[in-house]
């Protein structure tokens, strides 16, 4: 009898949850209505898709390690905990309010399309073309500075077991470009998986981080508390240890790059306005406490650190594994799990790349925009922006085979165009916030007896003439206020020691050129929006 019971309600439970489903589809096609945007991709990712895509782009612990070498030898071992604690938490802030603008308004496009919105009407097609462009280059050099780590590391792990390898840096280009085609692969093949997959990947960042941290603090002869917390290093011969610290704080600053990824997905996420905000400051924090107990553990041990840094595999934390383990099996177990999440991660950074690039392109903001902003009609994938992508970092691949440092200085625009994006809109943002210029949003909570929300498309509609309305997360009063300065501070610091380099005295050898690129990108962006992209581009284009 209680059987047949559950029979009967099981129909009318099923019809409920589908009510629910269809109100929460036609309040994310209303909220990018709201936006003069209508939808062309599926929305596969859910929450825990999202969080998963979120972390593995970050991927804290691992990136800590890859760029170990540049807070030991400038900060020293204190230097990197301190920096590191100090990067954390400003980003906190700087998501806290990326979060705001996503919530507010959540579209691919993100910053260029933020900004739009926030400026004021004669310099918001400008300064939003211009941020768009930042934008394209910062994560453009990401994937390309990801698959060119991860194809030296694999070259770095050869030379580990096979010891009468002659690396040849060509060898690493054909690996770089072997890893740019799995992410095109899985980005283009597999597209209806990737969600699955990124869910998959933060199972394995979880795992692989206690596989690496149990062996190397159980094998491992540990230093003491004062060589960890008391040692400070200025290897660049910086006039004083506080301006040697800001310059090696660039390699915490990369460990975290990529926070934004999970807003240019945006309209490939049910319920985005929640969803989105909770994964990035989730995975910060997830990522945040990882990456902060992998670098303590490895910093205490280190073992003998001049050997670490003058390793032939390139990169320290190989030999730190050895030096803990004394095996040449364990250490290359350890290293393939952090390559492995390496290379998950460009697959990620791929769809992020790609996504912003192709919402740029549908708004008229790229030359050939009508090529790129086309959408697969079989996969609901904008597959000409992947391949563009793609073939765009395998000829940045090239550059190393004539000059590596070009590449690292090219590459490390990735944080300086990124960062700026972020900046311009929060700067916009300020002021909005500080002449109230935003209103609330109404409460949609209402619903009928089946759950769905009748009168939701008809008020979030309305408010397209108003397009500054606070999302469901934002911070209200003087703490948006402080929350937003911090973000600005942080941001005008990472960008301006972000074009220093490593060292006082400085050679061909040691130059950092990316503040070259960024300018010439900058002003290269201004020259074609005068002459040409200025009669084509107008803003984002109101679809609906």
Not at 198 to 224: K, R
Request: glycine fraction near 10%.
């Amino acid at each position: 009898m209680e059987a047949l019971q559950m029979r009967k309600w099981n129909p009318h439970s099923a019809s409920r949850e589908i009510g629910i489903s269809r109100a929460s589809k036609h309040r994310d096609e209303a909220q990018l209505a709201r936006l003069g945007k209508r939808e062309v991709l599926s929305r596969n990712f859910g929450s825990m898709a999202v969080l998963g895509f979120s972390t593995s782009i970050l991927i804290t612990w691992e990136a800590e390690l890859t760029t170990f070498l540049q807070p030991l030898q400038n900060g020293g071992p204190a230097g990197a905990v301190y920096g590191f604690l100090i990067v954390w938490a400003s980003l906190i802030a700087t998501f806290i309010t990326i979060s705001e603008m996503v919530s507010m308004a959540p579209t691919t496009g993100g910053q260029y399309h933020w900004c739009s919105m926030l400026a004021s009407r004669n310099v918001s097609k400008f300064s939003s073309y211009v941020t768009g462009w930042l934008t394209v280059v910062g994560w453009q050099a990401t994937f390309a500075t990801g698959c060119y780590l991860n194809g030296t590391m694999i070259q770095g792990l050869i030379v580990l077991t096979r010891p009468n390898y002659v690396p040849q840096t060509w060898h690493a280009t054909l690996l770089y470009w072997a890893v740019v085609i799995f992410s095109v692969t899985i980005n283009v093949v597999g597209g209806s998986l990737l969600p699955k997959f990124e869910g998959l990947i933060l199972v394995l960042h979880i795992l692989g981080f206690f596989a690496i941290l149990i062996p190397l603090t159980y094998t491992s002869n540990y230093g003491s508390a004062k060589d960890v917390f008391g040692t400070w290093v200025n290897s660049g011969d910086w006039p004083s240890q506080g301006i040697s610290t800001l310059v090696g704080l660039m390699g915490a600053v990369f460990a975290f790059a990529g926070g934004d990824a999970a807003v240019h997905m945006a309209e490939e996420t049910k319920n985005a306005q929640k969803v989105i905000p909770i994964s990035i400051l989730l995975s910060l924090m997830l990522n945040g406490v990882m990456g902060f107990a992998i670098l303590i553990a490895t910093l205490f041990c280190i073992g003998n650190v001049q050997d670490a840094l003058e390793t032939r595999t390139g990169y320290p934390f190989m030999e730190i594994f050895y030096q803990g383990t004394n095996s040449i099996a364990g250490t290359c177990i350890m290293s393939t799990i952090i390559i492995i999440m390496g290379i998950c991660a460009v697959t990620g950074v791929l769809a992020t790349t790609s996504r912003q690039f192709w919402a740029f392109s549908r708004d008229r903001g790229v030359p050939g925009w009508r090529i790129w902003s086309k959408v697969s009609e079989r996969t609901n994938i904008p597959v000409n922006s992947v391949i563009l992508t793609a073939v765009v970092s395998c000829l940045l691949g090239l550059i190393p085979l004539g000059s590596p440092i070009a590449f690292n200085d090219l590459t490390s625009m990735s944080t300086s165009g990124l960062y700026l994006s972020y900046m311009v809109c929060c700067i916009l943002l300020l002021y909005r916030r500080c002449t109230g210029g935003i209103s609330e949003m109404a409460d949609y909570r209402s619903r009928n007896s089946s759950g769905i929300l009748p009168e939701l498309d008809e008020h979030i509609i309305n408010t397209v003439g108003a397009k500054l309305v606070w999302g469901p997360f934002h911070l209200k009063g003087i703490p948006g206020i402080v929350v937003n300065v911090i973000a600005i501070v942080y941001m005008l610091i990472a960008v301006f020691f972000s074009f220093w380099p490593p060292t006082v005295q400085v050679t061909a050898a040691t130059m950092n050129y990316s503040a070259v690129g960024t300018a010439g990108v900058m002003i290269l962006t201004v020259v074609y929006y005068v002459t040409k992209a200025k009669k084509i581009y107008k803003g984002p284009v109101i679809e609906l």
